[in-house]
């Protein structure tokens, strides 16, 4: 079993920044993606950023040149830069760990919230 616990999230003024951690911890395979999600209400959760153990990157075009994901291996962290955040970044933002044979995993989310 794996578990996911996001910390990070906030209230920030247009053009500001917050970093979001995501903390795994459980029975994890070394071959993962870990990525971020959101889900702004009436809205379907889509795909913010992933990225995969040996590093390579996929980010929403949404977000692009904005935001940053990152991991540290052997803490079994992702992190997600957010600059020049928008007020429609506004979301519960979820952290998610995939692998081939654990399946996915889905933290408790984190609300982040840009308004002035």
């Known amino acids: 079993q794996v578990q996911l616990v996001e910390s990070g999230g906030g209230l920030v003024q247009p053009g500001g920044s917050l970093r979001l951690s995501c903390a795994a911890s459980?029975?994890?395979?070394?071959?993962?993606?870990m990525g971020w999600y959101r889900q702004a209400p009436g809205k379907q959760r889509e795909g913010v950023a992933t990225i995969t153990s040996g590093g390579s990157t996929n980010y929403a075009d949404s977000v692009k040149g904005r935001f940053s994901i990152s991991r540290d291996n052997a803490k079994n962290t992702v992190y997600l830069q957010m600059n020049s955040l928008k007020p429609e970044d506004t979301a519960v933002y979820y952290c998610?760990?995939?692998?081939?044979?654990?399946?996915?995993?889905w933290g408790q989310g984190t609300q982040v919230t840009v308004s002035s």
């Open positions: 459980g029975n994890i395979f070394s071959i993962n993606t």
């Open positions: 998610n760990l995939w692998s081939q044979l654990g399946g996915s995993q």
